[in-house]
């Protein structure tokens, strides 16, 4: 079975750009959940995804924003990007039958480099 | 905000030596789970222990929770270079699978 893919896997934009990013999920797999890497913040949550349904929301500005496709692929926009916006995003899919003991499966993540 | 604190923030050994990480979290939990990332890529799954459990294994990895003290400990026994990455726990926050709370992380090097 696939693994999750992400595309690109590296990016550069400049200020005030804004950018897309994509996420394939497993095959099978409903949930997608977002997250921002940074060394100063580390891992944070950005935002989750199920059935096309935005499901959780972390502390990120509406410059983030989400969606999901009726075959569970989502992208992420960032819009107005600003310097600290460098960051390499993780999209991570879930089966989610319902139980909490779900495993989260991460792609190799988008590296977004903004000058 | 971070769930998890994790000790030590760095950590160096030689291979065939044992390395312990450990993690505080600060609200009930339903489970932990423990991922690893090799250098600035995506995370991998490494070991789910749920709240009703005390320690549980995998291979060479041996995870323990101690609900009382919210912590948790990662024990991996004879470790390789091939070990070296940075260790993270996990706990999904308000009972929903798909939004986990990770914590800092502890970085490994494993020294030939």
């Known amino acids: 079975k696939a693994g999750v893919t992400q595309t690109p896997r590296y990016l550069i934009k400049t200020r005030g750009q804004q950018v897309t990013l994509s996420c394939s999920p497993i095959s099978g797999h409903r949930s997608v959940s977002w997250y921002q890497q940074t060394p100063g913040q580390g891992l944070q949550f950005l935002f989750e995804?199920?059935?096309?349904?935005?499901?959780n929301k972390g502390n990120f500005p509406g410059r983030f924003s989400g969606r999901q496709f009726s075959n569970s692929r989502s992208e992420m926009n960032v819009s107005t990007l600003e310097l600290g916006d460098s960051a390499l995003y993780l999209c991570?899919?879930?089966?989610?039958?319902?139980?909490?003991?779900?495993?989260?499966?991460f792609g190799p993540g988008t590296r977004l480099t903004v000058l | 905000s971070q769930q998890g604190e994790e000790d030590p923030q760095a950590l160096s050994i030689q291979e065939g030596e044992n390395a312990t990480m450990n993690c505080s979290y600060k609200t009930s939990i339903n489970n932990l789970q423990w991922y690893r990332q090799n250098s600035g890529r995506g995370l991998v799954h490494l070991i789910l222990?749920?709240?009703?459990?005390r320690e549980k294994h995998s291979g060479r990895l041996r995870v323990t929770l101690d609900t009382s003290k919210k912590s948790s400990s990662l024990l991996i026994t004879a470790s390789r270079a091939a070990d070296t990455a940075s260790y993270f726990c996990?706990?999904?926050?308000?009972?929903?699978?798909?939004?986990?709370?990770f914590g800092q992380g502890t970085e490994l090097s494993v020294k030939p």
């Open positions: 996990a706990t999904p926050q308000n009972n929903q699978g798909g939004k986990l709370i």
């Open positions: 991570a899919s879930n089966l989610l039958t319902g139980g909490l003991t779900d495993t989260q499966y």
């Open positions: 222990i749920r709240s009703n459990e």
């Open positions: 995804y199920f059935s096309e349904t935005q499901r």
